[in-house]
């Protein structure tokens, strides 16, 4: 049975990527995740709840499709540890939504910088 829902899981991620998933597709999602965690500042320094809840709903159903493709299983170390750092990320939101605070926000936005330069360094190592 779990070798069934491996290969399905499989295939719904080849099926949005249009062939195997490659780690490309991270650094473009994480970008807009910055995004969403500044405009969601920018409303809560403006006192905007409508906006800063639309900003926070956007993050979290991206951070939902994005741990929805990875791939988790025991021989993926990269898609384990994704999973774990989307669910600290999803945390984040939470705080900022909750307690309407900036400092879950820079926290967020910080992890998500040192994802993508430690991501942009690695794959340098790798091309070389």
Known sequence: ??????????RYRESLFDSGASIDWLRPGWRALRLYARKAKEAIEAGDRLAKADMLSRADQLLTVMTGILNTDDGSPLGQSLAR?????????LDANIENSLEPLDDFDRALRVLDSEFLRTSQ????
């Open 125 to 128: 190592l790798l091309v070389s």
């Open 85 to 93: 750092i989307y669910s600290a990320l999803r945390l984040a939101l």
């Open 1 to 10: 049975m779990s070798d069934m829902i491996t290969d399905t899981a499989n």
